[in-house]
Nanobody, 115 residues
C-alpha cells in the first residue's frame, strides 16, 4: 500500500505560479511511475504530467511549456511546477503512483486561478 499526500495548492492570480508536492510512503518509491492528474468541476479527470522511474516525462498539450514535473526518489517526492497559470487550470490536482498492476491516488489539492 502506498500513501500519497499532496500539498501546495491554493489561490493564485492568472499568470502566477504554484508548486505542488506529493509525498509518498513507499519504500520502493523509485520504481513507480508518478503522475499528476486534475479534475475540474463537471469534467473528467485528466492527465497533466507523468514521470517514469527512468525520468522520462510526458505532458498534456494544454500545459506543455508551462508546467514541469520532477521527482526526488531520496525523499519519496514528486513535484509539479506550474507557471503562467490560467483560469482553465483551476481544478483539484491528484498525485498518482503506478507500478505494474498497482495504482494509488492521493486525496487531491485544490488549485484556483482567479483574479
Amino acid at each position: 500500500q502506498v500513501q500519497l499526500v499532496e500539498s501546495g495548492g491554493g489561490l493564485v492570480q492568472p499568470g502566477g505560479s504554484l508548486r505542488l508536492s506529493c509525498q509518498g510512503s513507499a519504500s520502493i518509491f523509485s520504481v513507480y511511475t508518478m503522475g499528476w492528474y486534475r479534475q475540474a468541476p463537471a469534467k473528467q479527470r485528466e492527465l497533466v504530467a507523468v514521470v517514469t522511474a527512468g525520468g522520462s516525462t510526458n505532458f498534456a498539450d494544454s500545459v506543455k511549456g508551462r508546467f514541469t514535473i520532477s521527482r526526488d526518489n531520496a525523499k519519496n517526492a514528486v513535484h509539479l511546477q506550474m507557471n503562467s497559470l490560467k483560469p482553465e487550470d483551476t481544478a483539484v490536482y491528484y498525485c498518482n503512483a503506478r507500478y505494474r498492476s498497482s495504482e494509488f491516488w492521493g486525496r487531491g489539492t485544490q488549485v484556483t486561478v482567479s483574479s
